[in-house]
């Protein structure tokens, strides 16, 4: 009887411990992809956005350097253009 007694503990310790082995990797997991999936700065939809003169590249009006009615993307390119 006594045998048995330590074979029936010992399952419910294997038991136990496979339940906090699963538990921690879905906590593990979760946290992951919570890290993951964090929402990114992404420029707002309802901003107007300009070409650049000199490279091509679309980037947010507010931030144009305007010369000569040609818009850029950095005053370096303004100057590229210019000379």
């Not at 000199?54 to 850029?72: D, I, N, S």
């Amino acid at each position: 009887m006594r045998v048995l007694a330590l074979t029936v503990q010992a399952m419910l310790v294997r038991l136990i411990l496979g339940l906090i082995v699963i538990v921690a990797v879905i906590a593990l997991v979760r946290h992951a992809r919570r890290r993951f999936d964090a929402p990114r700065a992404k420029p707002a939809l309802d901003q107007k956005t300009v070409q650049c003169a000199q490279c091509g590249v679309y980037f947010p009006r507010q931030e144009a350097v305007v010369e000569e009615g040609q818009t850029y993307c950095t005053k370096q390119h303004a100057e590229r253009a210019r000379g």
